[in-house]
């Protein structure tokens, strides 16, 4: 319900399970495009019974843009030793290319979405900080060539060490959303303890500008049960803006 009233070009999904007998047809029904990029250990399987692994999907309306190519990323920790946690790119061209596109770092009309999630867990802000490491070598090579967007579960608070990678890599990336202290992106109970804060982001190049974004709910609108809940169905918010070649 919520990526239809957004009428999102692009969706970015984590925890995805049910991709192939969920996701993907029903998303196909809205003409979108889907991907999907697995955990390798998913905690998933572990389940008797489980229905796969859970991992990282990225969609897109295919009468917006096409699929010129994907990147698939099994993301490092420090060391090298191969982590859990993926991340899906594809680099996408757009369908109808204005006659007069503005000018941009991109003038063939491309732009390479990314969606990640990275660990959790508090005592692990170093194995994120090493996981983003690991995604922007990744996506250096892209970025000296594209407009690059990034969304994920980052599992980590605006002034985690991750987040001030983002922010000074050598091609810098911007947050869509500003660091508001009454923001939130996830709020839930665990024994014991009331869980709120931001651990989402959409992150672009300085050759992108976010013209909009979807305003984030208040405990208020919320509700005393947190999330998820009737009106929001997942314990994280969605978050979902317009951008623009600059």
């Not at 692009?10 to 007998?21: A, K, Q």
């Not at 990282?56 to 099994?74: G, T």
């Not at 989402?200 to 974004?213: E, L, R």
Request: glycine share 6%; proline share 7%.
């Amino acid at each position: 319900a919520e990526i239809k009233q957004t009428a999102a070009d692009v969706v970015c999904l984590e925890e995805v399970d049910h991709f192939h007998d969920f996701y993907e047809p029903e998303l196909k029904k809205l003409g979108f495009h889907g991907a999907f990029m697995p955990k390798f250990d998913s905690p998933c399987l572990k389940q008797n019974p489980n229905s796969g692994p859970d991992g990282c999907a990225l969609f897109f309306r295919e009468s917006k843009f096409k699929l010129e190519w994907e990147q698939r990323i099994h993301l490092s920790k420090d060391g090298g030793e191969l982590a859990n946690q993926v991340a899906l790119v594809q680099c996408l061209s757009f369908v109808n290319l204005p006659a007069s596109p503005a000018p941009c770092a991109d003038i063939s009309g491309t732009v390479c979405v990314t969606v990640t999630h990275l660990k959790s867990g508090a005592a692990n802000a170093q194995i994120r900080s090493a996981l983003g490491t690991s995604l922007l070598t990744s996506l250096k090579p892209l970025c000296d060539k594209h407009p690059v967007v990034v969304c994920g579960d980052y599992n980590a608070e605006p002034d985690e060490p991750v987040c001030s990678l983002m922010l000074s890599h050598d091609t810098p990336f911007t947050s869509v959303y500003p660091n508001h202290p009454e923001d939130f992106t996830t709020y839930k109970f665990r024994p014991g303890a009331e869980i709120c804060h931001t651990i989402d982001y959409i992150w672009h190049t300085s050759n992108i500008k976010a013209t909009g974004c979807l305003s984030l709910a208040s405990k208020d609108e919320i509700g005393a049960d947190a999330l998820p809940c009737e009106r929001y169905p997942s314990d994280h918010l969605a978050l979902a803006c317009d951008l623009a070649l600059v």
